[in-house]
Nanobody, 130 residues
Framework: QVQLTESGGGSVQTGGSLRLSCAAS??????????MGWFRQAPGNEHEFVAG????????HYADSVKGRFTISRDNYKNTMYLEMNSLKPEDTAIYHC?????????????????????RGQGTQVTVSS
């Protein structure tokens, strides 16, 4: 079973920055085979798509609410994905999760709806105060 561990969250003021990491457990899970996504869940809300990246890292996709402020990246040698978050706003406050899309998915056909994904990690809390 895939084991993903999110980290890097914290409390910042409006306009601040954070860098989240999503580390895959080593072993039989070939991290580099999977497109990956970041999602978030604010209190009382459903999960929301934030950003996605192709398995080679050559394609990215962002929610309109984070475009221009967040950058997704990955290092397949380190089995780790990142989310650089700048110009943070109070509405970015949420628990952030990472999750894989099906292996070798065709990029243009990936459904980034949160209902399609399974969130097994504990997530990492991001709190932005005004």
């Amino acid at each position: 079973q895939v084991q993903l561990t999110e980290s890097g969250g914290g409390s910042v003021q409006t306009g601040g920055s954070l860098r989240l990491s999503c580390a895959a457990s080593p072993g039989r899970y070939f991290f580099s085979n999977y497109p990956m996504g970041w999602f978030r869940q604010a209190p009382g809300n459903e999960h929301e798509f934030v950003a996605g990246i192709s398995w080679r890292g050559d394609f990215t996709h962002y929610a309109d609410s984070v475009k221009g402020r967040f950058t997704i990246s990955r290092d397949n040698y380190k089995n780790t994905m990142y989310l650089e978050m700048n110009s943070l706003k109070p509405e970015d406050t949420a628990i952030y999760h990472c999750a894989p899309a099906p292996a070798h998915s065709i990029w243009s056909q990936i459904d980034w709806s949160p209902a399609v994904f399974q969130f097994r990690g504990q997530g990492t809390q991001v709190t932005v105060s005004s």
